[in-house]
C-alpha cells in the first residue's frame, strides 16, 4: 500500500516562505520518483516539482529560483522549501508518487494573502 503523509502548509504573507513535507515509506522514498504537485481553485492540478532517487530535480517554470524540491534520507520525506511565494501560488498542494497509476497524499493548503 502506497502512503503519502504531507505536513506543513498555512496562511502566509506574500513574499513570505513556508516548507512542505512528505512522509513515505522507505522503498517508496529509494526506488521511485517523487513531487508535488497542486491544484487551485477551478484550475486544474500542475506539476510543481519532482526529484528522482538519485536526487535530480525538476520544477515547473513558474517556481524556478523559488522552490526548492530536496530529499531527506534519515526521514524518508521530501520537502518543498518556498520563498518569495506570491499570490498565484495559493492552492492545496499534494504529495505525488507514480507506479503505473499516480498515488497522492491528503493535500495541504496553502493561502498566500496579506
Known amino acids: 500500500q502506497v502512503q503519502l503523509v504531507e505536513s506543513g502548509g498555512g496562511l502566509v504573507q506574500p513574499g513570505g516562505s513556508l516548507r512542505l513535507s512528505c512522509a513515505a515509506s522507505?522503498?517508496?522514498?529509494?526506488?521511485?520518483?517523487l513531487g508535488w504537485y497542486r491544484q487551485a481553485p477551478g484550475k486544474e492540478r500542475e506539476l510543481v516539482a519532482t526529484?528522482?532517487?538519485?536526487?535530480?530535480?525538476n520544477y515547473a517554470d513558474s517556481v524556478k529560483g523559488r522552490f526548492t524540491i530536496s530529499r531527506d534520507k534519515d526521514k524518508n520525506t521530501v520537502d518543498l522549501q518556498m520563498n518569495n511565494l506570491k499570490f498565484e501560488d495559493t492552492a492545496v498542494y499534494y504529495c505525488?508518487?507514480?507506479?503505473?497509476?499516480?498515488?497522492w497524499g491528503q493535500g495541504t493548503q496553502v493561502t498566500v494573502s496579506p
Open positions: 505525488n508518487t507514480y507506479q503505473a497509476v499516480h498515488y
Open positions: 526529484i528522482t532517487p538519485g536526487g535530480r530535480t
Open positions: 522507505r522503498t517508496i522514498f529509494s526506488m521511485f520518483v
